[in-house]
């Protein structure tokens, strides 16, 4: 598979719609990929939470209107990293859309993991309650979002799902990258799958992002990292070192925690 992942750069000079159009345009740049991914809440900045409430839209609003049109044109399954949704109880979620290289929405997930402890998209936002994998003609994607990649279990659940390509998108600050790195590589080997990792570029409400996006093969090896500013990754992989490396190294065959308790007389 060719994957691109799309660093943008989400910067206060530049409006929403604006970045809509350019975000759609280097989608469709993307045509002869197999796999497009864009970061996290890049329409309105991840940590630009003064303007969620404002930026909020329905589920198939104005972001997933213009992103089917670029799958479509692109001919790619496209993960349009996330926005900020607002649902039809008003409450505003972190929520990411697939589509398919017909256009279709394949699958919306929103984000378990709330980032901000008493602040922020965790006071802001609800939480998602759902896992959510994507079945591709070549791969299972396994979705999660940012603040996701520092709880292991999600990705464990993901895994028994039949995920063998974990999709994080991302807006993740700069003085944390090398947690960025670490737990992308860890979540990696510890579930044999490939991870995806998208981080966005520029500044978020004054926060400096990360960049650095990754793909990190099973065996933990990285196949291919950005640099700070925007720019588009692309990688080829082979989805089936998944199974490869798990029949090579069956580790996951030999997990015992998690497995249900045994009653005592």
């Known amino acids: ?79 349009a990293g996330s926005f900020v949704e607002r649902a039809e109880d008003g409450t505003l979620y972190n929520t990411s859309l697939v589509f398919s290289p017909e256009g279709e929405l394949a699958a919306s997930y929103r984000k378990i993991h709330r980032f901000g402890f008493d602040k922020g998209e965790a006071v802001m936002m609800g939480a998602g309650e759902e896992l959510v994998t994507v079945a591709l003609p070549e791969t299972t994607l396994g979705l999660a979002t940012c603040y996701d990649l520092r709880f292991p ?30 737990l992308a590589q860890a979540r990696a080997v510890e579930n044999q799958a490939y991870v995806l990792a998208v981080g966005s570029s520029g500044t978020h409400a004054g926060v400096q992002q990360a960049g650095h996006s990754i793909v990190v093969d099973p065996w933990g090896e990285v196949l291919a990292e950005a640099g700070a500013a925007e720019e588009v990754l692309s990688v080829e992989f082979d989805p089936a070192k998944a199974t490869t490396t798990r029949e090579q190294f069956p580790a996951l065959k030999d997990r015992r925690l998690g497995l249900a308790p045994r009653r005592l007389a």
Do not use: C
Not at 15 to 21: I, M, W
Not at 25 to 45: H, I, N
């Open 153 to 182: 279990e999600q990705f464990r659940g993901l895994i028994d799902a039949g995920a063998e390509t974990l999709i994080v998108a991302a807006g993740w600050p700069e003085r944390r990258r090398s947690h960025w790195t670490l």
């Open 1 to 79: 598979m060719l994957a691109s992942l799309i660093q943008i750069a989400v910067n206060p000079d530049e409006s929403v719609n604006s970045r809509r159009e350019r975000a759609a345009s280097l989608v469709v740049a993307q045509r002869g990929a197999d796999l497009v991914v864009l970061p996290e809440l890049w329409p309105v900045g991840a940590f630009a939470y003064t303007a969620f409430a404002d930026e909020a839209e329905p589920l198939q609003g104005p972001t997933h209107d213009i992103m089917a049109k670029a799958a479509a044109e692109a001919g790619v399954w496209l993960h």
